[in-house]
């Protein structure tokens, strides 16, 4: 089985930073998710995508993301991080690690593509 695990949320000035970091296990020495991303899921609302990663190193962003956020893919270490900047209050929310199949051509709203879901770390940020 694999198993997501994700670090690193907590509570953030707007204005600050804040790095994420998600590590799979179980994966024996491949680690060749075609798709791996970053959603997030606010109290009350649905769960969006925040970022994507593809195994070649692709990467795409939601637009209340890009320019702010960045995400990479470290096949070694076996862990994908998002590095977040210039944080905002509407960034609050709980941020999941998710992998499986490209998530390329659905809206950030599809979920559909994933086969493993992390439990989740909360990210707060305070005015």
């Known amino acids: 089985q694999v198993q997501l695990v994700e670090s690193g949320g907590g509570l953030v000035q707007a204005g600050g930073s804040l790095r994420l970091s998600c590590v799979a296990s179980?994966?024996?020495?491949?680690?060749?998710?075609?798709?791996m991303a970053w959603y997030r899921q606010a109290p009350g609302k649905q769960r969006e995508l925040v970022a994507s990663?593809?195994?070649?190193?692709?990467?795409d962003y939601a637009d209340s993301a890009e320019g702010r956020f960045i995400v990479s893919r470290h096949n070694a270490k076996k862990t994908i991080d998002l590095q977040m900047t210039s944080l905002k209050p509407e960034d609050t929310a709980v941020y999941y690690c998710?992998?499986?199949?490209?998530?390329?051509?659905?809206?950030?709203?599809?979920?559909?593509?994933?086969?493993?879901w992390g439990q989740g770390t909360q990210v707060t940020v305070s005015s």
């Open positions: 998710a992998a499986g199949r490209s998530p390329r051509g659905g809206s950030i709203y599809w979920t559909g593509w994933v086969a493993y």
């Open positions: 990663v593809t195994s070649g190193g692709t990467t």
């Open positions: 179980g994966t024996g020495t491949a680690f060749n998710f075609p798709g």
